[in-house]
């Protein structure tokens, strides 16, 4: 079976232009959930999408968007980009429950210059 | 304000060795506390979880250590081997939104021979 896909894996953008990021959930998951990985530190939450709306959001500014397709795939969106939003960005499927844990794909390393 | 601590930031240790990784959480609205295993270039895979009524689990050479009254659990590893070389963070989430993952800073793991 396919794990999470995202795409692109790696991205250079320049500071004040838009970013989109895409994910694919593990076939059957109907969550999608999104987060910030800077380098040397945890992940950080920024989205939850179940059924195509939004579920969950991290203390992110409102540059940061995201939609779920009703394929359950997912895209996040990042807007004028700064310097400080250079970082890995995880795509997550499932855990709705105890017990049932995130699946997360190999990310998008964005490098804002 | 971190949510999830987590000790050592780094941690070596021999092949055969025990490795000891130290969490401490404050929110007790947390219900669920799994351990992420991290790659070079990887995604974070769940290692091993566990839940605030059981203060033990074992899977194979690896064991949680949970105190429910301290607000503190560990991850011990048995029989390090070079392979285990990863990142680890330990996480916590809340009953309301278990894909919510709130993660710890990370503990880099090196294993050798």
């Known amino acids: 079976d396919a794990g999470v896909t995202q795409s692109p894996t790696h991205l250079i953008k320049t500071r004040g232009q838009h970013v989109t990021l895409r994910c694919s959930p593990i076939?059957?998951?109907?969550?999608v959930s999104w987060y910030q990985q800077v380098l040397g530190q945890g992940p950080q939450f920024i989205f939850q999408y179940y059924e195509k709306e939004e579920r969950g959001r991290g203390n992110f500014p409102d540059r940061f968007s995201a939609r779920q397709f009703p394929n359950y795939s997912s895209e996040l969106n990042v807007n004028a980009l700064l310097l400080g939003d250079s970082a890995l960005y995880l795509c997550?499927?499932?855990?709705?429950?105890?017990?049932?844990?995130?699946?997360f794909g190999n990310g998008t390393r964005l490098t804002v210059t | 304000q971190q949510q999830v601590k987590q000790s050592p930031q780094s941690l070596i240790v021999q092949k055969g060795g025990i490795s000891i990784i130290n969490c401490a959480y404050e929110n007790t609205a947390f219900d669920y506390f799994p351990w992420y295993q991290q790659f070079p270039g990887k995604g974070p895979a769940l290692l091993i979880a566990?839940?605030?009524?059981?203060s033990e689990k074992k899977e194979g050479r690896f064991t949680i250590s949970f105190n429910k009254s301290a607000k503190q659990f560990s991850l011990h590893i048995m029989d390090s081997q070079p392979g285990d070389s990863a990142t680890y963070f330990c996480?916590?989430?809340?009953?309301?939104?278990?894909?919510?993952?709130?993660f710890g800073p990370g503990t880099s793991l090196s294993v050798i021979p």
């Open positions: 997550a499927s499932g855990g709705m429950r105890a017990g049932s844990p995130l699946h």
């Open positions: 076939s059957g998951h109907k969550s």
């Open positions: 566990i839940r605030p009524d059981v």
């Open positions: 996480a916590a989430s809340p009953k309301t939104s278990y894909d919510k993952v709130i």
